[in-house]
């Protein structure tokens, strides 16, 4: 079993893939993609994918950030099928399959990814940590609602977690047994005790505000 991507591949995505990504915002930058990177490996290797396709994709899947932000997921599958140095260690099959893996890692899809390859990016692309969750929520109603007082950030806030990270919520997984399904079901949780969740609320929205 291979246990970690081929040397040739990781030197040519390393030098001439992943440094784009200093061009892009904070949340997008290479210590994103990195991390989706080690995430992707993390679980091909769970489930018993090809580490060189993971890895690719994982590496590939923002590139098109470049372009229009709604269609990034898009865009960067071209910039992949678009990348002929990848025959070098990829069929044309593959290569097919890594293009819509990229596609399929967008978190608003409703449907699920064409392949286990899409599956993973679009797992490894989350951060489902509740104090990430938390953060992020409060950080855009901030930006967002700037004219509601703390009770009204409240009530969105909760608006929003239970629209869509509750148990009813509209957020899918695709793969059972990931570190992002023990983070959701903590996240769960909170959402289902408000008097658990807000003295978490609180505290962050101190600390944004402050």
Known sequence: ????????????????????????????????????????LELARQVGADLNMAYVVAAYHDLGLTGPRAIHHLTSGKILMADARLKR?????????????????????SRSPRSIYGKIVAEADRDLSPETVIRRTIQFGLANY????????????MQHMNEKYSS????????HGSENERQLNELRTL?????????VFDRIFTQETT
């Open 89 to 109: 260690w990829f069929t044309a099959e593959q290569l097919k399959m890594m293009k819509e893996a990229v596609e399929d890692h967008r978190a608003s899809a």
């Open 191 to 199: 959402i289902a005790s408000p008097d658990k969740m807000r003295p």
């Open 1 to 40: 079993m291979i246990v970690s991507p081929s040397l040739d591949l990781v030197e040519f995505v390393e030098t001439q893939i992943l440094p784009q990504y200093l061009a892009f915002d904070k949340a997008h930058n290479t210590e994103h993609v990195i991390r989706v990177v080690r995430r992707s």
């Open 168 to 175: 009813t919520g509209y957020i899918r997984l695709w793969l």
């Open 146 to 157: 700037p004219q509601l007082d703390v009770e009204g950030h409240w009530r969105r806030f």
